[in-house]
């Protein structure tokens, strides 16, 4: 079975920063797209930042310059640092991904980690 597992959420007080990881564990080959995307409470789930199996990476609007996405491939791991946080930005963050196994392609999603930006 693959798993992807976030970790990094938490309190932080606005203007700081969190960095998120997500560890995708099983019989991978390859792992394409990542992504991380936010759901608070109320709201849709909406895609925060992307990064291609070449590295590129795409953000929406309200974290660009804010928030960085990076991937570590030999650990099967992805980071999303995040700065200058806002109260906006509290939500459950979840790590979502396409991954090459034996079977084939996957989707897989994370359990999600909370962040709460708050004074």
């Known amino acids: 079975q693959v798993q992807f597992v976030e970790s990094g959420g938490g309190l932080v007080q606005p203007g700081g920063s969190l960095r998120l990881s997500c560890v995708a564990s099983g019989t991978i080959f390859t792992i394409y797209t990542m992504a991380w995307y936010r759901q608070a409470p109320g709201k849709q789930r909406e895609a925060v930042a992307s990064i291609t199996n070449d590295g590129s990476t795409g953000y929406v609007d309200s974290v660009k310059g804010r928030f960085t996405i990076s991937r570590d491939n030999a650990k099967n791991t992805v980071y999303l640092q995040m700065n200058s946080l806002k109260p906006e930005d509290t939500a459950k963050y979840y790590c979502?991904?396409?991954?090459?196994?034996?079977?084939?392609?996957?989707?897989?999603w994370g359990q999600g980690t909370l962040v709460t930006v708050s004074s």
């Open positions: 979502n991904g396409a991954v090459r196994t034996q079977g084939g392609r996957l989707e897989v």
